[in-house]
């Protein structure tokens, strides 16, 4: 029992009355409290905590803030196919090869889808507008009596291949049903004949340098059988193809153009298929070399010419669409070969 003394001094303690309160508020609480049904603790979905655990958390980075998030503010869209033709217009240097780079196209298929054009002597001219097919084939007009069995034939492409193009919209036509004339259908992975221009008069088959328009006299130079190249720096903007056998050189207006090998010059003059001032060289071994567009020729027909000999000064004259060399190697009388096979 605590002395009077000692109650006292438990009552002059705040903390000691701070206690005491707090034991008979808590009494009182717990008494009017209405009493309330315990239930028992659930059991655990061991399926839902398998679905909602996650690994332990790790991380080899020293910067606690993590890695950052940078908002993207703009949508990539996937390139869609195209089923329509493009209406291009030639630049100035524009080449079916370049032209077919940009269009991510064959070389042929440039040229396929223009009726009539040629890889050499026409083509192509600044502001032009020219035809783009969406696919590498060719674009054909219907003339009287086409059909898809006639297409078939004439560019070597299957039935099914036409039907199928989403662009043409034949898919419900029979094979032998006649064509709208006129109408441009698009051919996906059909071909032409290679059509390109010959350089300079045309050779005579068995005639060689005596067909009209050479000089057939007495050759005053012959060749050593290795060719330099006719320009420098080099830099080719158009590589040998099937309907291009030459090589295109990138030049300046009167850049210097020189003999590839010692020979004799059988024409020099103005080239009525579209090469501008055109100079041939017969090197007596059984090779001639071509150099054309050029906007002056600087040496006459029946003139011998040393190899490194300055022989003309380049251009674009004829059909072209820049000052540049278009230069040729051939067969005496035969095919034209790959220059880059020849060069160092």
């Known amino acids: 029992m605590f002395s009077i003394i000692q109650w006292v001094r438990i009552l002059l303690n705040p903390w000691s009355v701070a206690a005491v309160m707090a034991l008979l508020l808590s009494t009182v609480l717990f008494r009017s409290a209405p009493a ?11 399926t839902v905590e398998a679905l909602l655990a996650l690994p332990p958390y790790s991380s080899t980075r020293d910067d606690p803030a993590g890695i950052p998030r940078r908002a993207a503010l703009h949508t990539d869209h996937p390139e869609r196919p195209r089923f329509d033709v493009y209406r291009y217009t030639v630049q100035k240097g524009d080449t079916p090869w370049s032209i077919a780079q940009k269009f991510n196209l064959s070389i042929d298929s440039v040229l396929w889808g223009n009726e ?22 060719v674009l054909h007009t219907v003339l009287e009596g086409d059909t898809l069995q006639r297409l078939e034939l004439l560019h070597g492409a299957p039935i099914e291949n036409i039907q199928e193009f989403y662009g043409d919209e034949l898919a419900a036509l029979a094979p032998e049903a006649e064509l709208p004339v006129g109408r441009k259908i698009i051919v996906p992975g059909g071909r032409n004949p290679e059509v390109w221009q010959e350089p300079g008069p045309v050779v005579i088959p068995g005639k060689g340098r005596s067909s009209p328009g050479y000089y057939s006299g007495t050759l005053v130079n012959i060749g050593t059988g ?36 010692s020979g004799t010059v059988i024409f020099s003059g103005w080239s009525e298929t579209g090469y501008g001032n055109l100079i041939i060289v017969d090197h007596g071994n059984g090779y001639w070399t071509y150099y ?24 674009s004259t004829g059909n072209s669409t820049g000052d540049h060399l278009d230069f040729r190697i051939r067969v005496a009388e035969g095919s034209f070969l790959n220059p880059s096979d020849f060069l160092p």
């Open 36 to 46: 309330q049904a315990v239930e028992p603790a659930a059991t655990p979905n061991p």
């Open 116 to 137: 009539g054009m040629s890889a050499d002597a026409g083509g192509l001219q600044p502001e032009q507008v020219i035809n783009i097919l969406p696919v590498d084939g």
């Open 226 to 261: 290795f060719f330099a190249w006719p320009a420098n720096p080099v830099v080719i903007t158009q590589p040998y193809w099937g309907s291009h056998p030459a090589i295109d050189i990138d030049t300046y207006y009167r850049q210097p153009i020189f003999a590839s090998d």
């Open 292 to 315: 054309a567009h050029n906007s002056f020729n600087l040496v006459g027909v029946g003139q011998g010419v040393v190899q490194g000999q300055q022989i003309a000064e380049s251009g």
